[in-house]
Structure formats: structure tokens, C-alpha cells
């Protein structure tokens, strides 16, 4: 692979780890202080529930972007992306199916809007979705700060 193709998909995955970072701080800006605010504020609730499809829809992309860039198996579904880069040791097995159970959320937001658990949602938000993505963010990173064109 020539050099300017490494350089290319390393700036591309980049780029999308610092979409992440921007959507993650500019969600952590609107989270409402507690529970009782996140299910009073139907605004701030709605653009929690918004920033939380846009990132996981964005770590998706990021692991495909990995995936392709280390020319892995191709997933049949969006949520296989996670247990591949978990058997190419690019992320820890346990994070893999933390990081689908978001992916599943995501699908029960963006789909069953009537049927969701608000307490559910704002604790996966407030608790669970930074952590688990700064970590797949960081095991991405040290992949790839050591990868040389």
C-alpha cells in the first residue's frame, strides 16, 4: 500500500474519532442535571436521545473505517462490527458487546420512540455511552498512533 493511502484512511479515521469528541462534549453541555429534568424537559430529552443516535451511529462508522483499513472481515450486520474488532484484539472483548447494547439502544430510540424507558435511556446516557465510547476511542488510538506508512 503506498504511502499516501496509510495517510489517507489514518486521517479519515481521524477525523471521525474527532466527530465523536465534538458530539460527546456537545452532549455533555445539554445533559440535564438529573433524572426528573431529563424527563420534565421534553427539548433537552430529545437532543440527549438525538446526540446519542448520532454517536453511536458515528462508532459504527469508525469501526468500519478501521475495519476496512486493516482489511478485516466484512460484517453481515452493523452491530458484528464491535466482536470483529474484538477478535483482532483492537478493542477488549468486554467492551464489544457494551458498545452493541448501545448500538441496540439506539435502534430502540431512533424506532419504538413511544416505547421507550426514559430512565433507561438517560442512565445508558449519563453512565454508560461516554465511558464505553472514550474507551473504544482510546484503544483506536493506540492502534493506530503506532501504525507507520
Do not use: W
Amino acid at each position: 500500500m503506498r504511502k499516501e493511502e496509510v495517510s489517507m484512511k489514518a486521517a479519515k479515521i481521524n477525523d471521525k474519532i474527532e466527530e465523536i469528541e465534538k458530539y460527546l462534549d456537545e452532549l455533555s453541555s445539554i445533559m440535564p442535571a438529573d433524572f426528573e429534568e431529563y424527563k420534565q424537559n421534553f427539548e433537552k430529552k430529545a437532543a440527549c436521545e438525538r446526540y446519542f443516535e448520532k454517536i453511536t451511529e458515528s462508532i459504527v462508522d469508525l469501526a468500519f473505517l478501521v475495519i476496512k483499513d486493516r482489511d478485516l472481515k466484512i460484517p453481515e450486520e452493523d452491530k458484528e462490527t464491535f466482536d470483529i474488532l474484538a477478535d483482532d484484539k483492537i478493542i477488549p472483548l468486554d467492551l464489544a458487546p457494551r458498545l452493541k447494547d448501545a448500538k441496540g439502544m439506539r435502534n430502540i430510540i431512533s424506532h419504538q420512540y413511544g416505547n421507550v424507558d426514559d430512565e433507561i435511556v438517560y442512565e445508558s446516557i449519563t453512565k454508560e455511552l461516554e465511558r464505553d465510547v472514550e474507551e473504544l476511542i482510546r484503544h483506536v488510538k493506540k492502534k493506530y498512533s503506532n501504525k507507520k506508512p
